[in-house]
């Protein structure tokens, strides 16, 4: 099948333009797969993806998924990057994941509006990303990395005794900013990444430095620091 990567337990179908996932990819890899890479794509619905049910890393970076994304149950996945999508309802989402996917330790959101910093909005800064990290993290308390940094203890700690009061507020979304979306090509991945044999998700490795206008200092590690 054109498109298709096939390594072991690895299936990346990179940048094939698909809507949905073709049927033949789960019934032809779904019963061996533990790792599906189906970033750069047009995927708005994840219908296709039960047949994939010993999943353990689960990469959709650059798709058109919103919030009516969902999962089927997948108790063995434990990493999982959604970057740069139509994401806007973090609570949602959240509350989505902490039932099927029981096991999920890394999690990335970078580029969607529900992920606020200064990536996708100017209005935003460092103390908004800050909330924003201690509500995933009350959330979803197993979580060992969320985007491109570790959960530290300090975080763990803060999560629960204020994880409850930092609700994000979806926000409002323009038609404008909707319409210009897909021609919005951020990605946090590292160039080498997006080639189809060697796809790999964002999570402890970052290209850029964030300067928040309350950063305390560089808030993502740059590959040269690890």
Do not use: W
């Not at 993806?49 to 970076?61: G, K, P, Q, W």
């Amino acid at each position: 099948m054109a498109g298709l990567v096939v390594s072991g337990t690895q299936v990346s179908y990179i940048g094939q333009d698909c809507r949905e996932i073709p049927e033949h990819l789960g019934r032809d890899c779904g019963h061996f797969a533990k790792r599906l890479d189906l970033s750069f794509n047009l995927l708005r619905s994840l219908e296709g993806l039960s047949a994939f049910r010993s999943l353990e890393e689960l990469i959709l970076d650059n798709n058109q998924l919103g919030d009516d994304l969902v999962l089927p149950g997948l108790p063995s996945l434990h990493t999982l990057t959604l970057n740069k999508n139509r994401i806007t309802d973090l609570e949602y989402l959240l509350d989505h994941l902490a039932e099927v996917t029981p096991a999920l330790e890394y999690l990335s959101l970078l580029g969607n509006v529900a992920c606020p910093n200064e990536l996708v909005s100017l209005e935003k800064d460092e103390e908004d990303y800050k909330r924003y990290r201690c509500f995933v993290l009350y959330k979803l308390p197993n979580l060992k990395f969320l985007d491109a940094r570790k959960v530290t203890r300090q975080e763990r700690e803060e999560a629960l005794v204020r994880g409850a009061f930092m609700k994000v507020v979806k926000p409002k979304v323009s038609s404008e900013d909707t319409a210009s979306s897909p021609e919005h090509h951020y990605t946090p991945l590292p160039s080498a990444s997006r080639e189809l044999t060697s796809h790999r998700g964002v999570l402890g490795k970052c290209r850029y430095v964030y300067y928040g206008k309350n950063s305390e200092g560089n808030r993502f590690i740059r590959d040269d620091q690890l």
